[in-house]
């Protein structure tokens, strides 16, 4: 028993290690954070040199399609704090808020190019909502690595109505990596929560 606790003990240490590791380089340079370098951001809009700025590809949409947008975001965002928080059930009732806002959206207030960008990821979107909304957190966080990146595409497509980061840890997925959308620049890993919460750096600006 003894020999098993040990080596659960090295893993987590490898797996901690390997995270710092892996970003060591972005530390000062894409708004790494970590327990020992602490980045709270009091001005949320504020452009960072660092950090890519990613431009929305309409200038220009219907005004119920930006209430719709900052509704799915809101939604999402509560998703990825919940989980960040280890908490399934706010978690599942945020992402069954996104299924129906989804079911509920006039796709006719999209022109023809809109329109074509949304159908590309509605689908795919509404599926992984749907999983999060009744699932535990281990299977959560498996369809919220597609989630963000359906997230990411919907928002650089139609804006957010907010200043959103990129964020991205190299640990998730056993270490394939996977990105996230957040409201602050500070670091609250979804993946991992309380494991490894500051693990990840911030990658790019969305406004």
């Given amino acids: ?24 380089a972005k530390d000062n340079s894409t708004g790494m954070n970590h327990d ?13 040199d660092n950090v890519k700025m990613v431009a929305t590809t309409f200038a220009t949409v219907d005004p119920a399609v930006s209430t719709f947008m900052k509704s799915m ?3 999402y965002l509560a998703v990825k ?18 299924v129906d806002v989804m079911k509920g ?3 006719s207030l999209l022109s023809a190019d809109q329109k074509k ?18 699932n535990k957190i281990e299977h959560q966080r498996e369809h919220f ?16 109505g907010m200043a959103l980061y990129h964020d991205h840890c190299p ?5 394939k990596g996977a990105m996230w959308l957040s409201e602050t620049k500070e670091i609250r890993n979804p993946y991992f929560g309380d494991k490894m919460m500051t693990c990840g750096s911030v990658e790019e600006m969305m406004k």
């Fill in 117 to 134: 960008v949304y159908d590309d990821i509605e689908a795919d979107l509404k599926e992984h909502a749907e999983h999060i909304s009744k």
């Fill in 1 to 24: 028993m003894k020999k098993i606790i040990l080596a659960l003990m090295v893993i987590a240490a490898v797996a901690v290690v390997s995270c710092n590791s892996n970003n060591s």
């Fill in 171 to 175: 640990m998730a997925q056993d270490n």
């Fill in 145 to 160: 690595v597609m989630m963000s990146k359906d997230m990411y595409d919907m928002v650089k497509a139609f804006g957010a």
């Fill in 36 to 48: 020992s370098m602490p980045m709270p951001m009091k001005d949320n809009t504020t452009a960072d």
């Fill in 73 to 75: 975001v809101a939604d």
């Fill in 81 to 98: 704090n919940a989980l960040a928080n280890e908490n399934e059930t706010e978690a599942a009732a945020a992402s069954g808020k996104m």
């Fill in 105 to 107: 959206f006039d796709k």
